[in-house]
T-cell receptor
Framework: SQQGEEDPQALSIQEGENATMNCSYK?????LQWYRQNSGRGLVHLIL?????REKHSGRLRVTLDTSKKSSSLLITASRAADTASYFC????????????FGSGTRLSIRP | GAVVSQHPSWVICKSGTSVKIECRSL??????MFWYRQFPKQSLMLMAT?????????EQGVEKDKFLINHASLTLSTLTVTSAHPEDSSFYIC???????????????FGPGTRLTVL
């Protein structure tokens, strides 16, 4: 099952522009993470934002979380060709039945 | 960072056979293990969650009798695809959690994955 829906499904922008990806989810969560995956490769953890946080920065990445709307966004500023990859959000709920469920992903292409 | 191994990294089998995939957390104890499946150009789909010493919890639509999960120790979890068919061909990824702070926080790790091809 997938908890998160991401939009857009695919995004193509010019190098140097900013890229924004959105993730919506359905149930209450403990935290939300963003991952990157290059074609045919493993997942790379980018950033984790907890349910009591609203915004977080890491280098060129900015993540926001709106728990009232059950949505998150990932902003990549000053995009580079190396940012070309698929990006996934993953929501975590941990209690007696812990789950970490991935969204459908956004395929980002950076045009040189 | 922690090391997670998965074996085999790839396997090709005939339809009807069973395939066992091992996942080991080499330098930490993983009380919680997730198993995901990823089809080409798609996201990771959670198949099941297992906690050491207890039965796995399967996601809706995942047949527990077909995908047998054993999490007998804190460093080893296995996924057995029984009577595999071509539609089971996929990339299977284990993901152990390393709990910290009295189980109030965690770090999620991923195995390198196993590519299963069923002929």
């Amino acid at each position: 099952s997938q908890q998160g829906e991401e939009d857009p499904q695919a995004l193509s922008i010019q190098e140097g522009e900013n890229a924004t990806m959105n993730c919506s989810y359905k149930t209450s969560i403990n935290n939300l993470q963003w991952y990157r995956q290059n074609s045919g490769r493993g997942l790379v953890h980018l950033i984790l934002i907890r349910s009591n946080e609203r915004e977080k920065h890491s280098g060129r990445l900015r993540v926001t979380l709106d728990t009232s709307k059950k949505s998150s966004s990932l902003l990549i500023t000053a995009s580079r060709a190396a940012d070309t990859a698929s990006y996934f959000c993953a929501t975590a709920t941990y209690s007696s039945a812990s789950k970490i469920i991935f969204g459908s992903g956004t395929r980002l292409s950076i045009r040189p | 960072g922690a090391v997670v191994s998965q074996h085999p990294s790839w396997v090709i089998c005939k339809s009807g056979t069973s395939v066992k995939i091992e996942c080991r957390s080499l330098d930490f104890q993983a009380t919680t293990m997730f198993w995901y499946r990823q089809f080409p150009k798609q996201s990771l789909m959670l198949m099941a969650t297992s906690n050491e010493g207890s039965k796995a919890t399967y996601e809706q639509g995942v047949e527990k009798d077909k995908f047998l999960i054993n999490h007998a120790s804190l460093t080893l979890s296995t996924l057995t695809v029984t009577s595999a068919h071509p539609e089971d061909s996929s990339f299977y990824i284990c993901s152990p959690l390393k709990w910290t702070s009295g189980r109030m926080d965690y770090t999620q790790y991923f195995g390198p994955g196993t590519r299963l091809t069923v002929l």
